[in-house]
């Protein structure tokens, strides 16, 4: 028996007889696993894992994709948790093709993340999204959901956004969630300025959507930090983790700030 599966064992032995297992005690059980990094731990505090997929409406029987994965962090949290419950998790990463150096790094070292533990990733689907694939990263009308963390602003830099979001359309089935976080520039930031600095009003991401179909179901703060002025040196890239700083002596400041101001939205397929 997979340490997985002993696990999800051991926390069905500990509910009462007759007591349903609840999503949330499961999820929450699952954040707090020892499996999980420290150091992916230790960002909960700006992430807010338990509380955005609450908002999003995840559950974890739900056919679920992670769109651009990137190290994993949420995949860590994802695969485990809709394993135990039967759900599906699609890890639509970068394409085999991509041109970028970074992203062809990203995605060897993340398939190598998985196949390390497959105790734990043994059942997630990889696949390919991105403006160097077919884009179609899922069966059309198949998803229950589609989450997507930090991503929106490379697709507009990449002039491919629209193009994202009509596939994401297309995958879901009626009524399927489309959740998604980012980084939030200030209401009336100019699209030249959203590009370079990685910040995205809330309003534009909306209308991207919107224009591909998508209906706006509800907004959140889960994910806001008051703190973020959102005009940094190096764009949103000076905070941490990534800490991009001219001068190292910033660091101690941008660290104090914390992670980026995020918006945390909640879209349905009608």
């Not at 970068?94 to 043994?122: C, G, H, I, M």
């Not at 300025?193 to 534009?204: A, F, H, I, N, R």
């Not at 919107?210 to 703060?221: D, M, Q, T, Y």
Request: net charge negative; hydrophobic share 40%; aromatic share 10%.
């Amino acid at each position: 028996m997979s340490l997985q599966r002993i696990f999800s064992s051991l926390l069905l032995c500990l509910l009462p007889l007759g007591q349903p297992v609840v999503a949330e005690e499961l999820l929450q059980k699952t954040i707090d696993s020892p499996s999980r990094s420290e150091a992916n731990k230790h960002r909960d505090m700006f992430r807010h894992p338990s509380a955005t997929l609450m908002f999003f409406g995840i559950t974890s029987d739900m056919h679920v994709a992670e769109i651009w994965p990137g190290r994993g962090w949420y995949t860590e949290i994802l695969a485990p948790w809709l394993k135990h419950g039967k759900g599906k998790l699609i890890a639509a990463g970068f394409p085999v093709d991509t041109q970028s150096a970074y992203r062809q790094t990203l995605r060897r070292e993340y398939n190598t993340w998985l196949k390390a533990s497959p105790e734990l990733y043994d059942e997630v689907v990889v696949t390919e999204f991105g403006p160097e694939s077919d884009w179609q990263f899922a069966d059309p009308q198949s998803l229950g959901a589609v989450l997507t963390f930090r991503n929106v602003h490379n697709w507009v830099q990449g002039d491919f956004a629209d193009q994202a979001f009509n596939t994401i359309f297309t995958a879901l089935k009626s009524g399927g969630i489309l959740g998604v976080t980012d980084h939030r520039a200030k209401p009336g930031t100019p699209l030249t300025v959203m590009k370079k600095s990685g910040y995205l009003t809330e309003d534009y991401v909306i209308s991207l959507a919107e224009n591909a179909g998508f209906v706006l179901e509800e907004k959140s703060e889960i994910n806001a930090n008051p703190a973020d002025t959102a005009d940094h040196p190096n764009g949103v890239w000076t905070l941490p983790p990534n800490l991009r700083v001219d001068d190292e002596t910033d660091k101690a400041k941008y660290q104090a700030i914390g992670e980026s101001d995020r918006m945390t939205l909640r879209f349905r397929k009608p």
